[in-house]
């Protein structure tokens, strides 16, 4: 059995938010330029191990991509002497944008309530570069682009990834992605062929799950406590796999897992149990697909509707996160999955993913020929915020307030909760990250428990909580697959999505609803 | 054999630029909220007949997509009385952009040598729906959005596709895409399954035989001439098919044509050649993916340096276009696959397909779990540029200005064809369509050709070329498949990607190229 070979302690290291930048070349900075996420580590890999052999996982779709021939020519522009006739590439003097400007939130006063209105501007033009103003602008920003994203912006994603989750192997690299949920899609065609299953949560993101199902590609939910994925569910599953109880499925090699408020339980896994779940991937040689997009909103366990420790510092509040998988990774098996959807905007369709050069290699091609890269002003706006105007630190200061933000909503929603609904029949535990406080129904107080099942009983509080102007999240949703029984009701709710008087007005209804459903008698 | 029912004429009526808008209801406005294209046509299609039916052409993985259950629970969010807590979706107060503001190229002056800056700016921020300024802005398009894409910029696109292609059948949709690329990818798993064939022209788009590949689909070349894929050939395909010639293959239903600017070649369909292949894909009723970026870039005819006939004015820009095969499409038998990305930009990752309903619809379900909505950014940047500002008539006038850029350039590239490479040993017709300018070399001519292939000498051309300065496209890159013989040797070039002077020092170090290889005596 393996195990975790090198001890990762929980930032030994204090975080560097200034790390000495590695420059951009300007053949790099130019249309459609090819680079590599590897150019912008800042720190040393030679001590560290070279990641695991992945190719005989690799599916046949994916060991047979050969790339695209015409982005591969493109190299050959590294040479400023060569003109190319090559590629089918516009002139920015067709584009016919002449300049952007973006506004951004002011960092000054966010902590006040009254959030006073930024007076920066920020701005791109196609001729920034030439002029010497900016390493990026929209002649490259608004052209086209390798499949992995610019350049430009991809420094600071190595920069941030190596501040934040530092691999412990030595050949990580990122890739953009046009979201997670492409870049899972587009790991499930890597690592996955038809009839396979993959581990995952047993109540679990139902995109995710709707994502594998057409690929022929079947959940099978791990049970989970108020830590989320159990380790020994997981271990039993692996261990006792029979193919014939899984339509010959072959033993799974894929575990996919929302670390951190988990969608749609709410749960976070602590270190420990981080720690204890990569022993056994390790044992089982899995593959870890840490879906994270939650990462930065964790929060203080919530006490009595006063939680809210202040957190002084940037490198104090990121020393507070619980470590990612990425962070534990010694065999390079992870690949993390990180989004702006929840911290900047989702609209930008922009994350990028981290793992071995072998799995980013393949990704990378895989891109080429299908989502290409994130749109240009996306990743345009990204730097501007990110890289030019906020860095490291101005964008750790900014998710402090989101951190308090959804603090302040969690113990909003987790109030409402104690004050409109029947805990007879309601209960939850206050959710410590991410966006969803999951509740639990105790269906079998319904009194029509005897003659109904709890799914139907589910439906039809889920529909008169609509018609009562409160739309909620049916726990069947979330299932990771037909195989987990329909024996409990949960619903999840979220406390990111609307204004504080609607989410307590939400909450009163649904409150009436279970009232209405649970005790006929007295509402008619 | 069936036939083309309807003559359809060349622009029996005036094409309308000016179309009575629908409008789009407060509800369709809000954040992911569900839209359909059907909503925007302005015109009746009550005397039109309904689409094929094509569902048994579908994959098992398109039939058996369930669609999303998140983005199918978020209909009940148009009874605005109802409070979502059941999204994941963040609210705008925490979107670190407040303003957009994008200054356009003017229309003005896009003939004039000169070109004044605009000093028009349009402007978005998060308000601008409630304030009733606009009916699209950030707290929106920054958000998540449906597979498909906003209702807002929709609309424009429905009417754009009405006005110009106006499809002779009833249920036409559209449905936004990331691009041709990801479009076609997307198409592909939807309509083979690996072993499958798909027809396209003998020379096509390397990234489409390299995005088909590893889907374990493979391209059959169809001879051409001056005018593109011949339907002879094409027929002659059909009607001799043998599985036992083609791995077991089943017969193609799938057709994949570059009718306009073909690429590599440059070659476009008349509109004669497209009624020939259209009569032959009833006949053996194939699915026709029509990828169109060069559309707009129709040129005149090359006359010796001095083309460029006037045009005057808008419509009759329009009515000088080779109508599409969507144009065409009585049977509801094409997938139109358009995209900015030769027109506006190519960074914004922004196009769209229009096709019949059912597989528009399998579309967007396959959207919603993968690539999601193309970026909100580049949607805002497009409706307030194409619909809020320019309309219809105004974007008419910048694909004016953009034809008559690249009839200047197709000139230009021609006439230095003419000048600097040796005409007994390279030959070209001028292209009267797109951004390639192809180039045939007589490598029968070359000293070695008894002990050398054709495709050790363009090779060898090809890299000679490079070390002197100028990078062009090997014709054999484009070869639909290994089965089309390397018997001839071609170039691509492309007259949009490098400044004109450029163009000519290219032009004068590829002739000096062919001359020292070809002569080498000389040279030496």
């Keep these: 059995m393996g195990s975790v070979s090198r001890e990762v302690d929980e930032w030994t290291e204090e975080p560097n938010l200034h790390p000495k930048r590695r420059p951009i070349s300007a053949a790099q900075r130019g249309v459609a330029a090819t680079s590599s996420s590897e150019q912008f580590k800042t720190k040393s890999c030679k001590h560290k191990p070279e990641a695991r052999r992945w190719h005989p996982y690799m599916s046949t779709e994916s060991t047979s991509r050969t790339g695209s021939t015409l982005k591969n020519a493109a190299k050959h522009l590294s040479n400023p002497e060569v003109i190319s006739l090559g590629g089918g590439i516009p002139l920015s003097d067709y584009f016919p944008f002449e300049e952007v400007i973006l506004r951004p939130s002011s960092l000054d006063n966010l902590n006040d309530g009254e959030k006073t209105s930024s007076q920066t501007t920020l701005h791109a033009t196609k001729h920034d570069i030439a002029d010497g103003t900016s390493e990026y602008d929209l002649s490259v920003a608004l052209n086209y682009c390798q499949g992995s994203g610019s350049a430009q912006f991809m420094r600071w994603i190595v920069e941030h990834t190596e501040i934040l989750h530092d691999p412990p192997y030595a050949d990580w690299q990122c ?89 749609p339980t709410g749960t976070t896994q602590s ?43 940037p490198v104090e509040f990121l020393k507070k996160l619980v470590p990612s998988y990425l962070r534990l990774d010694v065999d390079g098996r992870v690949m993390r999955m990180d989004s702006f959807s929840k911290v900047i905007i989702p609209g930008a369709r922009l994350g990028w993913i981290t793992a071995p050069e072998q799995l980013i290699e393949r990704y990378k091609r895989h891109s080429d020929v299908s989502t290409q890269s994130p749109a240009g002003l996306s990743q345009l706006m990204f730097f501007k915020l990110l890289d030019e105007h906020w860095g490291h630190e101005g964008y750790t200061r900014w998710l402090m307030h989101l951190r308090k933000q959804y603090t302040m909503r969690r113990d909003f929603i987790v109030s409402a909760c104690e004050r409109y609904l029947p805990k007879h029949i309601v209960s939850w535990e206050p959710t410590n990250a991410g966006m969803f406080q999951w509740l639990k129904v105790d269906w079998e107080q319904h009194p029509d428990a005897k003659d109904k099942t709890a799914e139907l009983i589910e439906e039809e509080i889920w529909l008169e909580s609509i018609s009562t102007g409160a739309l909620l999240g049916c726990g069947t949703w979330f299932r990771a697959s037909k195989d987990v029984p329909c024996n409990e009701v949960f619903y999840r709710t979220t406390f990111a999505a609307a204004p504080l008087p609607k989410i307590e007005e939400a909450v009163k209804r649904f409150g009436e609803t279970i009232r209405k459903v649970f005790e006929p008698k007295e509402e008619n």
């Design 175 to 263: 890739s953009m992605t046009v979201g997670n949920t492409s870049a899972f899609d587009m790991c499930l065609r890597m690592l996955t062929k038809p009839g396979d299953c993959v581990l995952a949560d047993k109540y679990t993101y139902s995109s995710a799950v709707e994502t594998a199902m057409p690929l022929g590609v079947k959940f099978i939910g791990v049970d989970m406590d108020r830590e989320g994925m159990l380790p020994d569910s997981l271990d039993e599953i692996l261990e006792t796999w029979n193919p014939e109880k899984h339509n010959n499925a072959r033993k799974p090699s894929v575990l996919y897992a929302i670390p951190t408020g988990q969608n």
């Design 271 to 313: 270190f420990q149990r981080r720690k204890a779940i990569y022993k056994v991937a390790q044992k089982h040689n899995l593959i870890i697909l840490e879906d994270d997009p939650y990462y930065f909103l964790q929060m203080d366990e919530y006490v009595d509707g006063a939680s809210a420790s202040e957190i002084h510092s």
